[in-house]
């Protein structure tokens, strides 16, 4: 997706941004760090953000100069999709491209984040993954976050879906291998009667029309 001298928005991106400083040179790329954590940005490498703008992404209505804008893991995080599907429109050029990465609601792991306190969860997933700790352990929405009503809320938006990848499987409950293996034999069987309800996360390719 990407090309020489592009405007990229790093949606979320804070401390931990998707493109490299050697990639961003390479390119003559122009990065925008968006995040709700005006600390996240400022803990990012020096130099690899050009503008950093500090907002919530639901409420943010943009100028539509971006190429690109890409986010990783985020829209779970937001308590209206509807809303954030409206900023991210709204940093677009016409014809301006993006790409979204996201964990689907129906997957056991998103289930057990909504059903779990914030507290309660959150120290599990650190003593689980303690690598974890600093970047992870947000709350977490899971507002309408599954193919089918990101579709739905892409072409409210004004976006039209170029791409879809649908993935089955992640990370969780590797560390108890009986958890795991029942997980995967419910996924199997889930995936044979729905299959993109059963998906575990998915990303979608979105051009603004």
Known sequence: ????????????????????????????????????????????PAGIYDQTVVA???????VGDADLVICQ???????????A????????????????FTPSRNAAFARLNLLLPQKLKTRLLFT???????????P?????????????LAEAAGLRITEQRLYYQSAYFTF?????????????LFASVAPESAVE?????LVKV
């Open 201 to 205: 996360s998915f990303t979608l390719t």
């Open 73 to 83: 893991a985020i829209l779970e995080h937001v308590p209206d999709a509807a809303s």
């Open 56 to 62: 919530d992404l639901c409420n943010f209505r943009g």
């Open 176 to 188: 108890a291998f009986p958890v795991h293996l029942l997980w995967r034999l419910w996924v199997l």
């Open 128 to 138: 689980f993954y303690p690598e974890a700790a600093g970047h992870q352990g947000f």
């Open 140 to 152: 977490a929405y899971y507002d309408r976050c599954t193919p089918r009503e990101f579709h739905r």
């Open 85 to 100: 599907f409206a900023g991210i429109a709204s940093i677009l050029k016409s014809q301006g491209k993006a790409v979204l």
């Open 1 to 44: 997706m990407l090309k020489p001298g592009m405007t990229v928005w790093d949606v979320g991106g804070g401390k931990q941004p998707l493109i490299s400083q050697a990639v961003k040179e390479k390119l003559g790329l122009r990065i925008v760090g968006f995040d709700i954590s005006g600390d996240e940005l400022a803990a990012a």
